[in-house]
């Protein structure tokens, strides 16, 4: 496992029919590993089975086939300890104050008092929630409820950090922000990161290596090296460099979106013609 | 509890505006008792004179002892069975589907014409006023819990997961937390209409209770009496919406 902290073996995964829908083979066979200590992106045209990636990969899905290795042991269809995943809708809870968010995963595993106060009110004041610890995630924009649902995941201390478009829902300028705070946790913890989205230059800021998915059924059709240095942030977009990584990606991705353009076309006219 | 200290000053406010209600209340009453004579109604003081000495006589409490339990038997049978069909329906999408629209068409119906079949089914005692409160309360909690359990985000579940939860932690953590703040307001409803139930089907039909000492004032014409039990009724019925709805802007507060 030296140089694999997570890795696909020829996973696949094929959603069963439903009703009048065939079945959707969305994923695979794919077969790829994520670096101990990378920062990983994953990029695709949309439906690609980006997400559902992002599931297999935590074990929240099981795949029809194949394995997913997590330090050296096969997924058994749970989410292991030391994974850590950060959704794109928010998931912060709103019956509990920020504080008890962040505290809610490290409560239901029995970590004594002192200890979970130490963590969360570390984890708090890392992601700049100090001074929100009593408000209701109500009482917050989109932006830091994001920022909390990240906290309660940085508290339980994963090794693996999943992240599934998480700033998708921000404006431009929040996302450019929370990027620099992610690069920021990214060096601080030492964490492994994957991170799927939607954005190319996000991606290519991010990223040291950038997974370039096909239409669907999904599979790598590139994995591009940025080589940007680990102590990066977003005043990286003004280099040349980066305008050329960014022309590489969409140059790799735009006929996989015309594709994906035409299955969704397709489907819909198929729809519409056992509807007549 | 921490936010207790924030809302100190809006509570008192509240107080305040609930004791001019109750002022106006009150005067109003004495204008309309003044206005319409003692053949009409008793003065608020007169009223509450009488109550007092009613519930201080021993023919009293076997009446109440009779509303009471037919009360408690209703607002039990609605709450758990409501809370049971409301959790059946909600977790599964497609009868909940299917059988809301059914549940919504009960509530509005006008329940007092079906009396006569429920007198039919369950006769003159305690059991039909017991089934008639537990229809008018068991609507309202079964849709606001049906609502409350479907909503559930499922994202909430997921998140739950990636934390290592078990589906016993998810239900007890995140399902009863996200679902109480809903299903208070049904138990809130679904017990103001429990009540209203029970008191029909005493008056209706029935040899005992206070709405059966209401009917028989009635017939005699004994105003005093009509106007103490009423206060009385009105009492419990306010008292208890007043607790349930305390309870229910506390939960509803942090959403």
Not at chain 1, 220 to 242: C, M, N
């Amino acid at each position: 496992m030296t140089n694999e902290h997570v890795s696909f073996r020829d996973v696949e995964q094929v959603f069963p029919a439903r009703g009048k829908q065939d079945p959707v083979h969305a994923l695979g066979p794919i077969s790829f590993a994520i670096r101990p200590g990378e920062f990983f992106s994953v990029v695709g045209p949309s439906g690609c089975g980006k997400s559902t990636m992002l599931d297999v990969m935590s074990g929240l899905t099981r795949p029809t086939r194949g394995q997913v290795i997590f330090e050296g042991s096969p997924l058994d269809g749970t989410v292991p300890d030391g994974i850590g995943v950060v959704f794109q809708e928010d998931a912060s809870f709103p019956w509990l104050t920020v504080w008890d968010n962040v505290a809610f995963g490290l409560r239901r595993r029995g970590v004594d008092a002192a200890e979970i106060r130490r963590r969360v009110d570390y984890a708090l004041s890392f992601m700049g929630l100090a001074a929100f610890t009593k408000a209701y995630p109500s009482q917050l924009s989109g932006g830091m409820r994001q920022r909390v649902c990240i906290a309660r995941t940085l508290v339980m201390q994963p090794r693996l950090i999943l992240l599934d478009e998480p700033f998708g829902a921000l404006d431009q300028q929040t996302r450019l922000l929370m990027g620099d705070e992610l690069l920021r946790l990214w060096r601080e913890t030492g964490a492994t990161i994957m991170l799927i989205t939607h954005a190319l230059d996000e991606a290519n800021l991010l990223s040291d290596r950038i997974g370039v998915m096909s239409a669907r059924p999904g599979t790598f059709i590139s994995i591009v090296e940025t080589g940007w240095a680990k102590d990066r942030d977003s005043t990286l977009a003004e280099l040349p460099e980066f305008g050329a990584v960014s022309s590489r990606l969409w140059a790799l991705l735009r006929s996989e979106s015309m594709r994906a353009m035409g299955q969704h076309a397709a489907s819909r006219s198929s729809l519409a013609g056992k509807a007549a | 509890m921490r936010s207790n200290e924030a809302i100190q000053p809006s509570v008192l406010l509240r107080w305040g505006d609930g004791l001019l209600v109750l002022l106006a209340i009150i005067a109003s009453w004495q204008a309309l008792a003044l206005w319409g004579g003692s053949d009409v109604m008793t003065t608020p003081i007169e009223t509450v004179r009488h109550a007092v000495q009613l519930t201080g006589q021993s023919r009293f409490w076997p009446h109440f002892r009779e509303t009471a339990t037919a009360y408690s038997v209703a607002a039990i049978v609605a709450v758990l069975g409501g809370l049971l069909m409301g959790i059946a329906l909600g977790a599964h999408r497609l009868t909940g589907e299917v059988f809301e629209p059914i549940f919504v068409a009960l509530y509005s119906i006008p329940k007092v014409t079906l009396y006569p079949v429920v007198l039919l089914l369950f006769g003159l005692g305690i059991e039909a006023k017991i089934a008639f409160g537990a229809m008018h309360g068991i609507i309202p909690v079964t849709i606001f819990t049906l609502n409350a359990v479907r909503q559930v985000n499922r994202t909430w579940l997921r998140a739950g997961r990636a934390m290592g939860l078990s589906p016993a932690q998810s239900i007890l953590h995140i399902v009863v937390p996200a679902t109480i703040p809903e299903i208070v307001s049904g138990i809130r409803i679904g017990l103001s209409l429990a009540l209203l139930g029970t008191m029909l089907g005493e008056l209706f039909a029935s040899k005992r209770g206070l709405g059966f000492l209401l009917m028989s004032a009635i017939d005699v014409h004994d105003v005093r009496t009509i106007m103490a039990i009423a206060l009385l009724i009105s009492i419990f019925a306010w008292a208890m919406n007043a607790a349930m709805l305390a309870i229910d802007r506390r939960l509803h507060q942090r959403i």
